[in-house]
């Protein structure tokens, strides 16, 4: 069983924590889909540390709700916000219990896979290795959407998530890049990210 | 594999999708219901899980009844399992959607970001004589055209989750967020 994290109160507004609540468990369900359809144990892990991120978000967004409450009128316009995010949470949770048929080896039936490869977009995490042509690059000056179908949705970088990232956001070394796009693209972008790949091709 | 089968896991797949893409509607749906403020969003959020919850019996039915074999059952379990945490994420949309019909007051904060607050949301039947008919969304550049963006296609008793290469089809119902300016310019492009 993994460690709990001690909660300890750090003053962080709520809307921000709410939106990160939002956005965080929205990439899960993607992630989730993505890791139990094609059997991606990589993905599957993310997810699950993804969801002990999210425990922790939520019970300081529940501090911070009870610290501002402070007559009836606070009272009744917090409910809404503390709903929403506990709603967030269980969305969070159902992607988790998605991983988990991953990481506890049940898998789902290699058919639906199948059927999946050629009617969706797959995810796909790389990491970026030290001599990958990507390092210090802007993810515009990529245009990896425009040369191979593939969008970056999200960088893991050491412990910080960084969701739908910027134009202007630059790749470094280590970071994990998670990816969307047809399986050829995928497949190429990978090769890019770890540096088997040396050319951007147009 | 017998082709009895294949037939079968066919079912079992297209129901499961159908079931996966109801359920992100209803969150993108839910969502904007907050945002917006809107009701009757959140009660097509509502409507929709009673019909997630059929087809999520449905799905269960087909999983059980297909007479897989002993080494198959793993999978299958799995089948399961992602049915029954799709239809939790249908449930969460729904106690989102919950909020706006309940009518409690929405905290500024709901509204999570200050452009979304300006916007608006309409309905826009689809006429015989428009041009967007039997093109995909990709296609009918909607955004480009109007500003607006489609949230859910009504189509019949069913709502579709819009994809780039879903199809136009006469007598569809375009549910659309955006600017108040745009709204003309959908209705006029859906039924000229």
């Excluded at chain 1, 991983?99 to 896979?113: D, E, F, K, L």
């Amino acid at each position: 069983m993994p460690r709990l994290e001690k909660i300890e109160y750090k003053p962080i507004p709520v809307r921000e924590l709410l939106l990160e609540i939002k956005n965080l468990s929205e990439l899960m369900i993607d992630l989730a889909y993505s890791a139990a359809l094609f059997n991606d144990k990589e993905l599957a892990e993310d997810v699950l540390e993804l969801e002990r991120r999210v425990d922790t978000l939520a019970y300081l967004l529940e501090m911070e709700i009870l610290i501002a409450a402070r007559d009836v009128e606070d009272a009744e316009e917090l409910t809404g916000v503390s709903e929403v995010a506990s709603a967030a949470d269980k969305i969070s949770d159902a992607a988790a219990d998605i991983a988990a048929i991953v990481t506890q080896n049940i898998g789902v039936h290699p058919i639906v896979s199948e059927v999946f490869e050629k009617v969706e977009e797959r995810l796909m995490r790389a990491k970026v290795n030290e001599g990958a042509i990507l390092v210090g690059k802007h993810i515009g000056e990529l245009d990896l959407a425009a040369r191979m179908g593939v969008d970056i949705i999200a960088i893991r970088r050491n412990k910080d998530w960084i969701i739908d990232p910027k134009e202007t956001e630059q790749i470094k070394i280590d970071d994990i890049l998670i990816a969307r796009g047809a399986p050829s693209g995928i497949k190429e972008f990978k090769e890019l990210a770890e540096g088997r790949r040396l050319k951007l091709e147009d | 594999m017998p082709q009895r089968h294949q037939k079968q896991f066919e079912e079992i797949v297209e129901r499961f999708a159908e079931l996966k893409d109801t359920s992100e509607l209803m969150i993108d749906l839910a969502y904007s219901s907050l945002l917006l403020n809107r009701k009757e969003l959140a009660e097509e959020v509502q409507k929709l899980e009673e019909y997630v919850d059929k087809l999520h019996t449905d799905f269960e039915l087909l999983v059980l009844s297909s007479g897989f074999k002993k080494e198959e059952a793993k999978g299958f379990l799995g089948l399961i399992r992602l049915g029954v945490a799709t239809e939790r994420i249908a449930d969460a949309a729904a106690e989102i959607a919950e909020v706006v019909l309940r009518g409690i007051e929405p905290h500024p904060i709901l509204k999570l970001t200050i452009e979304e607050a300006e916007e608006t949301v309409t309905y826009a039947r689809v006429a015989e004589n428009s041009p967007i008919i039997n093109k995909t969304l990709r296609e009918a550049r909607i955004p480009e055209e109007t500003g607006m963006w489609v949230l859910a296609i009504r189509r019949g008793d069913k709502c579709i989750r819009p994809k780039p290469d879903s199809k136009i089809e006469i007598g569809d119902i375009l549910i659309a967020s955006g600017y108040a300016a745009g709204e003309e310019d959908l209705k006029k492009l859906a039924s000229p």
